[in-house]
């Protein structure tokens, strides 16, 4: 059964200041790793996908990698507009299942001035 | 613009009482998902179409049902059966394949009292 763990629960910190966001995975032959970001209320937004280890990808400030185990999201120097849920969510190789995708719990994120 | 309406925001309703969720998208996408999202829970499956009149159950789908007559509209169905309706569901689209990624809808709060 594919698993998806996402660290921490929570995390404040402040304008500027650069952190990481953990997603450890087990999954059967990936197929993709996705990652979303949710405001309160509203649907999840797509940021990034990642195939294979060794890749990484950037959008302003946040920066998605990935190893063979878990995948990290990097914002450097946040501002309170980064305040959000990130949702990590991966695709197993397993035939059958549609497109299904296995979400983490979601890390909250909040950016204070 | 292309993208996933879902209606009503906010629906209360009765316990005992069947309610349907409205699900629609412009974005020529052949599949299309629904989610329920629970506090503290990642995203989980209820069920998912490929195709037009063809759909499968997901990971939680007792309690619901699903019609995909068009390739625009996804209606899901939450009926009496269901043991603990009030969530947060989202609706989501993709173009069927391996690893791609799902677009969301702004998703439905439904309260059952």
């Known amino acids: 059964e594919d698993q998806v763990t996402q660290s921490p629960e929570a995390l404040r910190l402040q304008e500027g200041e650069s952190s990481s966001l953990n997603c450890s995975y087990t999954?059967?032959?990936?197929?993709?790793l996705f990652w979303y970001r949710q405001d309160p209320g509203k649907g999840p937004e797509f940021l990034f996908t990642?195939?294979?280890a060794g890749e990484e990808k950037e959008k302003e400030r946040l920066k998605a990698t990935l190893t063979k185990k878990e995948s990290f999201l990097h914002i450097t120097a946040p501002k309170p507009e980064d305040s959000a849920t990130y949702l990590c969510a991966v695709r197993s190789g397993v035939t059958g299942g549609g497109n299904k995708l296995t979400f983490g719990t979601g890390t909250q994120l909040k950016v204070e001035l | 613009d292309g993208g996933i309406t879902q209606s009503p925001k906010y629906l209360f309703r009765k316990e005992g009482q069947n309610v349907t969720l409205s699900c629609e998208q412009n974005l020529n996408h052949d599949a299309m998902y629904w989610y329920r999202q629970d506090p503290g829970q990642g995203l989980r499956l209820i069920y998912y179409?490929?195709?037009?009149?063809?759909?499968q159950k997901g990971d939680i789908a007792e309690g619901y049902s699903v019609s995909r007559e068009k390739k625009e509209s996804f209606p899901l169905t939450v009926t009496s059966a269901q043991k603990n309706p009030t969530a947060f569901y989202l609706c989501?689209?993709?173009?069927?394949?391996?690893?791609?990624?799902?677009?969301f809808g702004p998703g439905t709060r439904l309260t059952v009292t």
């Open positions: 179409s490929q195709i037009v009149n063809d759909f």
């Open positions: 999954v059967s032959g990936l197929r993709g």
């Open positions: 990642l195939y294979s």
């Open positions: 989501a689209s993709s173009i069927p394949g391996t690893s791609m990624q799902q677009y």
